[in-house]
């Protein structure tokens, strides 16, 4: 044997670098909120999304209808330009379909959470 190869044999070999493939590349937001909305088991995260984001958006929604706000208002104003704007580029681009019809279900608890406050007197009228 000769100097060169004994060298080689004692040097350690550098770790394999591999190319990522699509299975193990992480999800984008819009797989992983269809992932949470297609798993039976993951559903519960889902109605816990719906429930705190229903409750602040109702919180936001009877504050700008019966108190009058003008923070309130302005903050919906902004909140309402970007759903515009979420589902608009959804219309567009396919991978924004989940995130589209998340921010529409918050939306809908929203309001429905509000008219449980209004009709049972939590909202003051």
Do not use: H, Y
């Not at 396919?94 to 007197?121: C, F, K």
């Amino acid at each position: 044997m000769d100097e060169n190869s004994e060298e080689q044999e004692n040097e350690p070999e550098a770790p394999e670098t591999r190319e990522r493939d699509d299975e193990d590349a992480f999800p984008s937001l819009d797989e992983l909120i269809g992932t949470f909305m297609s798993e039976t088991s993951l559903l519960p995260i889902v109605i816990v999304i719906l429930g705190t984001g229903g409750a602040f958006g109702a919180a936001l929604l009877i504050l700008t209808v019966v108190d009058r706000n003008p923070f309130a208002i302005g903050a919906l104003l902004l909140i309402t330009g970007m759903t515009v704007d979420v589902c608009l580029r959804a219309r567009k681009e396919l991978p924004l379909r989940n995130v589209a019809l998340l921010i529409g279900l918050v939306w809908a608890s929203s309001v429905a959470l509000a008219l449980v406050a209004i009709v049972t007197g939590i909202a003051g009228m």
